[in-house]
């Protein structure tokens, strides 16, 4: 149970969450980070199992940085998605499912990304998203606040905003809310 939501925007990507891990209804932490750089360019955000999420992200890591030295130049954000989703279906092939719902957000050489991948694999490119118990109430204000336009920072407050209203009625979400911003056209994330 959890909040991640997603933002691109026409000066980069923003992604927010909540730091509330649940174990059924207990909260077995106050601190989790739920994003996850997997490079200056490139974060994962995490709804689901948290042991099954550090694992596809540790592994795509790898994969990732083994295929950028094969062919000499680095992956986009929608191949890096694709992976993800690779990976996170092959779980569910192996009868062994990865329980995973994840938003991979960047910056390349073709723009900002925000997509959605879970664990059958789908893969699906959005101009904001939401995964987690919470994502219900997150949607409400990420399509009220939302627009084309929108710069990196007011995605940030907008993302803020989501959370905090998902935190509001969701149990599953809660403890303070984690923004992290990818600009693009610069090789540092702004936290």
Same mark, same amino acid.
């Given at each position: 149970?959890?909040? !991640? ?9 923003? *992604? ?10 207990? !909260? ?13 360019? /490139? ?6 199992? *948290? ?14 940085? /083994? ?7 680095? *992956? ?20 062994? #499912? ?37 994502? #219900?109430?997150?949607?409400?204000? *990420?399509?009220? /606040?939302?627009?084309?336009? !929108?710069? !990196? ?26 923004? /992290? ?11």
């Amino acid at each position: 149970m959890t909040t !991640i939501v997603g933002i691109r925007t026409t000066e980069g990507v923003v *992604l927010g969450s909540d730091k509330r891990a649940s174990k059924g209804f207990f !909260i077995g932490s106050k601190i989790v980070q739920k994003i996850a750089k997997i490079d200056d360019t /490139l974060a994962v955000a995490i709804a689901g199992q *948290l042991s099954d999420a550090e694992y596809i992200i540790k592994v795509a890591k790898a994969e990732r940085r /083994l295929m950028e030295l094969r062919r000499g130049f680095p *992956l986009t954000v929608r191949e890096s998605a694709r992976l993800i989703a690779n990976l996170a279906y092959s779980g569910l092939r192996n009868y062994q #499912p990865y329980y995973v719902e994840l938003l991979v957000a960047g910056v390349d050489g073709h723009g900002a990304h925000v997509y959605a991948a879970d664990m059958s694999g789908a893969v699906t490119e959005e101009d904001f998203a939401s995964s987690g118990s919470g994502s #219900p109430i997150a949607y409400g204000v *990420l399509e009220s /606040l939302y627009n084309k336009g !929108i710069g !990196i920072k007011q995605a940030g407050e907008v993302a803020s905003r989501a959370v905090a209203a998902a935190m509001e009625r969701d149990p599953g979400s809660g403890n303070g809310i984690d923004i /992290l911003a990818i600009p693009a056209g610069t090789k540092e994330a702004v936290a």
